[in-house]
């Protein structure tokens, strides 16, 4: 049979969850090539049964004895104080040969690039990677591999291998969270939980109603609106492998270890077959699907995104039942094949035992990397006054590797008649023989005296092996931390900060509106010093009429790019043509990771020089580190995290920064829409609402140029009654998001943050209901 040669099959690596040891232990047994797991810190499943730092050594060593790899997971947002721990929490996981660790914060990515050089670093799935942009700065940074946003289609994934020569780590089975990963903040301003800290509460999973105004759209049984099926790539596991991706990663550490074994039996299997037979002999038993489903059906499976970009079929719709009845006989099976079983590695021996001479014992292991190879050596026997050792008592004895982890195979023997050989010194001979080869094997898989060493000798800074140097950022902003404070004819304005013309060190006030009546509120404000409209707001056509509009005024004027920059809105962005180049933006508004590298080429294909970029909250920088990469990505500008709390922004340091101090926040942007999962499309932008069981009501934008949804806070923002504790951090500028609000509300929500951020009163609160965000409390 015609085997594929395009398919990079021996590459193809099946990477499976352990949110225990005893996952760790199934996964191994069961055929994955690596697993990852988190230590008791800074993953991003903190309610999973983590182990302590023994229990995890002892997985990395039980892994690495089969030759499978163990990836960290140190993929949460980590303020200052916690990244001060990161060092001393990473070093014994380091020496003991990690094979990578899975990162979101930039400021982590920064400090385990410097202290352990040898540590290969994953971009987690949590950064929202979308593109080759954002997968080059991440390379930059020191990644060598990308786990892309799920929703990706596989051209964009290929795109991605083909523009960066990066790995690619791409999910291939289990649960699909409905916001794109990282960019989720429902958990966290609903219940304190924040996703990007591990600890989501899953509001996603919850049931909803979702209406117009006037009419309820969703179905009577429809109610699980937010609730993805669980991804299967079984069917279409030839085109993932074909397309070039390194790693296939299946989902589930909050899972249980039968989970992890199942998963991995069936994906082993396939995988395997796709090896032997290549495309034209791959075929899916639909057995093996009823088993996966047996393991856990949350309402049905989807292949995902790599072929739609979003549809009802990917949606649960009703809730899940209480009650499954349980696959004993699935159960039995992985328990007695993999959850409980021992694994053992096959040894072959050579012992050399005579007279006089001291004993040896030669031991080998067979390996995908090659011959491992070990020798130990004992005392030398002496002639037995009465019957010496027999052979068969001899060989018995150095075959006897009970809970070793190892096998003996063959054992050759070398052994002179008539010695005296104590049982202890045979057991002694052994026992070292098999623990130098477990040395060498991991030493093979781990590096381990190199890594000992680039702790030892360079007490942890970068020197040379992981790729180009890290340059040192000191988390100011370049050119100084307001290098971009209003400046020219505005500045020049005698009224002063109070009228919002900005002079000097006051503070700006920064409004961003996303319809033409909020631009119209905050043009005809006093207090308001900048305004950027949201790309999609208007026809490109158009950017320049509203641009000078807002400079007509004595404004600055900024363009807000997409949360999510992915195909669509590059298309959208190529279709404007020269109005992106030639509208004269003073700064462009930057949300994704994906957007500096496009605007760059463009500005640079158009021959003009590329404005400024001014960082939204949505590219996280909760500690000081990040802020510094930030920096040697090109912000000019930084948002502080809405996360944070106000003791926690003092300790941050707000200097230089703007902070939200007003309007809705968005808590999900998805590429699932809730208009066509229950109306239908028809590419018309609507302000929908989404009703939880409290009631609470929340609006829900469809932003048709970039095919996204938008899910906002119930209540909007105010920070207007804490503005006496805020002013002392001394941020460089104020911002209020402008999303739903008509002209009227939009005008009462700048005139009560103008007051009480830039004037010192204390004016009534611009909302009927509203939230103080984590202001006070902060997220776990």
């Not at 093979?444 to 060493?453: E, F, H, L, P, V």
Request: with cysteine; hydrophobic share 40%; net charge neutral.
């Amino acid at each position: 049979m015609k085997k594929d040669t395009d398919m990079r099959q021996e590459t193809a690596e099946l990477l499976a969850p352990a949110g225990s040891f005893e996952s760790l232990r199934a996964a191994v047994n069961a055929g994955a090539d690596a697993v990852y797991i988190g230590g008791r810190k800074f993953g991003a499943r903190a309610y999973a049964d983590n182990p302590e730092e023994d229990l995890l050594l002892e997985g990395i060593r039980y892994a690495h004895r089969y030759g499978v790899k163990v990836h960290m997971t140190v993929n949460t947002l980590l303020k200052d104080r916690e990244l001060a721990e990161l060092y001393e929490y990473m070093k014994p996981y380091y020496e003991a040969g990690l094979d990578a660790a899975i990162v979101q914060d930039l400021g982590v990515f920064r400090e385990l690039r410097q202290r352990f050089p040898l540590l290969p670093l994953h971009a987690s799935t949590q950064l929202t990677v979308t593109g080759p942009e954002s997968a080059k700065l991440l390379k930059e940074a020191g990644a060598v591999r990308v786990v892309p946003a799920r929703e990706l289609s596989l051209e964009e994934v290929r795109r991605i291998i083909r523009e960066t020569g990066m790995e690619v780590e791409t999910f291939v089975h289990g649960a699909l969270c409905y916001s794109y990963s990282g960019q989720c903040l429902m958990s966290s301003l609903i219940g304190g939980r924040s996703g990007n800290r591990g600890r989501c509460a899953q509001p996603c999973r919850l049931p909803y109603t979702l209406s117009d105004g006037a009419r309820k759209l969703n179905r009577k049984n429809d109610v699980t609106l937010l609730s993805c099926r669980d991804l299967c790539g079984l069917d279409i596991l030839p085109e993932l492998v074909g397309a070039g991706i390194t790693s296939l990663k299946i989902e589930g550490r909050m899972k249980s270890p039968r989970y992890t074994a199942g998963v991995v039996h069936v994906y082993r299997k396939y995988l395997d077959l796709l090896r032997s037979e290549g495309r034209e002999g791959y075929r899916v038993d639909a057995a093996d699907r009823k088993l996966l489903l047996d393991l856990f059906d949350r309402g049905g499976q989807t292949d995902g995104y790599y072929f739609r970009h979003n549809g009802r079929n990917m949606i649960a719709m009703a809730e899940k039942p209480e009650f499954r009845e349980e696959n004993r006989e699935l159960s039995e099976m992985l328990d007695r094949r993999y959850v409980n079983a021992e694994r053992v590695l096959s040894v072959n021996g050579q012992a050399v035992i005579k007279n006089g001479t001291p004993m040896r014992l030669l031991v080998s292991a067979d390996t995908p990397e090659g011959t491992v190879r070990a020798e130990a050596s004992g005392a030398a026997p002496e002639q037995a006054r009465n019957a010496g050792a027999a052979e068969d008592d001899v060989r018995a004895r150095l075959m006897k590797t009970g809970g070793t982890g190892f096998r003996f195979a063959s054992l050759d023997m070398e052994l002179d008649p008539g010695l005296f050989l104590p049982v202890s010194a045979l057991n002694a001979l052994r026992r070292d023989a098999l623990a130098a080869l477990e040395a060498e094997l991991l030493e093979r898989t781990g590096n381990i005296s190199a890594r000992k060493a680039s702790v030892r000798e360079n007490g942890g800074e970068l020197a040379g092996g992981a790729g180009a140097s890290v340059p040192e950022i000191s988390g100011e902003l370049p050119g100084g931390v307001d290098a971009f404070a209003p400046e020219g004819p505005a500045a020049a304005e005698k009224d002063g900060p109070a009228s919002g013309k900005g002079s000097g060190n006051a503070p700006w006030l920064h409004v961003t509106v996303e319809t033409e009546e909020q631009l119209d509120a905050a043009v005809s404000s006093e207090y308001v010093t900048e305004i950027s409209f949201t790309a999609d707001m208007a026809e490109p056509e158009r950017w320049k009429a509203l641009a000078d509009r807002v400079r007509g005024a004595g404004r600055r004027v900024y363009l807000c790019m997409p949360q999510i920059f992915r195909a669509e809105a590059e298309r959208y962005f190529d279709a404007a043509g020269s109005a992106l180049t030639e509208t004269g933006f003073d700064a462009f508004v930057i949300r994704s990771l994906e957007e500096p590298g496009y605007l760059r080429r463009r500005f640079a294909e158009a021959g003009r020089p590329c404005p400024p970029f001014f960082f939204d909250f949505q590219v996280y920088s909760m500690n000081r580190k990040a802020a510094g990469m930030l920096g040697s990505f090109g912000a000019s500008r930084l948002t502080l995290p809405v996360e944070l709390n106000l003791k926690e922004l003092k300790a941050l340091g707000a200097g230089g920064r703007e902070l939200v101090a007003a309007g809705r926040l968005p808590m999900m942007v998805s590429a699932q829409c809730l208009k066509k999962n229950t109306i239908g499309c028809d590419r018309i932008p609507a302000v929908l609402t989404l009703s939880d069981r409290r009631g609470e009501e929340m609006p829900v934008k469809n932003h048709c140029a970039y095919c996204t949804n938008t899910i906002l806070n119930a209540a909007p923002l105010s920070l207007c009654g804490m503005a006496d504790g805020i002013r002392r951090l001394r941020p460089a500028g104020y911002r209020v998001l402008l999303t739903d609000e008509d002209r009227e509300a939009s005008f009462r929500a700048i005139r009560c943050t103008g007051e009480a951020f830039l004037r010192g009163g204390h004016p009534e609160e611009a909302y009927d209901r509203f939230t103080r965000g984590h202001m006070k409390r902060g997220v776990e």
